[in-house]
């Protein structure tokens, strides 16, 4: 009988000390595994940090071919950009604004026929905005919440009239007054810094070309392209 009581001692004692040795392991894998959450939210808090953003925009198109050539370009590259159309062209080319918004590019209001503010024509311009959100809305189904105002001119009381928000620019490589596809494209490179918003022009096809030269560069430099709403907003 003492025989088998000390048995089952030793087997108590050993189960005990097993279980100790378990929970000590425990602990150390459970302290391993919140040290490595730790390392893996602080390494993707630095990365988020280290992110650089910049947005690229386009004014005055669609072009028929020429937007649908960036488009192509866009695509390879994996780049949303951000469109300000004007009416009478998305009119003629609904098919190239629905692609646009199917490929997740932010696209706004450029006014109806370009035409630019003044004090004496206020009522038309309103109404050219209204109009192209209504082109734009029939197209896409979605409401246009951004407006860029030809030459910048814009009225405040628009903004509450309308519900919408303009966007300026801060990057201007007056790509439309030059042929010079490597001067408009280092003119883009050099100025562009983080959370710049580079105006072009879908229009011509040297802007095209320069355009993605400049986000090819951009990109090996370590900037990420987004669309205005993330400049602005984020």
């Given at each position: 009988m003492k025989r088998w009581k000390r048995v089952i001692l030793l087997f108590d004692l050993t189960a005990?000390?097993?279980?100790?040795?378990?929970?000590?392991?425990?602990?150390?894998?459970?302290?391993a595994d919140s040290g490595m959450i730790r390392t893996l939210?602080?390494?993707?808090?630095?990365?988020?940090?280290?992110?650089r953003k910049i947005a690229i925009t386009f004014d005055d198109g669609p072009h028929p071919s020429y937007t649908a050539q960036l488009l192509d370009g866009l695509k390879q590259r994996g780049i949303h950009a951000t469109f300000f159309v004007t009416g009478e062209h998305a009119e003629l080319h609904p098919d190239i604004i629905k692609r646009m918004a199917d490929e997740g590019h932010l696209?706004?209001?450029h006014t109806y026929s370009h035409i630019q503010l003044t004090r004496k024509n206020r009522e038309k311009f309103r109404e050219e905005l209204i109009k192209t959100n209504e082109i734009l809305k029939e197209i896409t189904g979605?409401?246009?919440?951004?407006?860029?105002?030809?030459?910048?001119s814009w009225d405040k009381s628009f903004e509450?009239?309308?519900?919408?928000?303009?966007?300026?620019w801060t990057v201007d490589p007056l790509d439309w007054s030059s042929r010079n596809v490597g001067r408009i494209t280092e003119k883009i490179v050099?100025?562009?810094?983080?959370?710049?918003?580079?105006?072009?022009?879908d229009y011509y096809d040297t802007s095209v070309t320069a355009a993605l030269q400049a986000i090819d560069e951009l990109m090996e430099e370590g900037y990420t392209f987004v669309t205005v709403e993330e400049i602005l907003f984020d």
């Open positions: 005990g000390l097993l279980f100790l040795v378990l929970c000590g392991l425990r602990s150390s894998t459970v302290a939210e602080e390494r993707s808090g630095m990365e988020a940090q280290d992110v696209i706004g209001n979605e409401e246009v919440q951004y407006v860029r105002p030809p030459y910048g509450k009239e309308l519900n919408m928000f303009p966007v300026l050099s100025k562009t810094g983080e959370n710049d918003i580079i105006l072009m022009h």
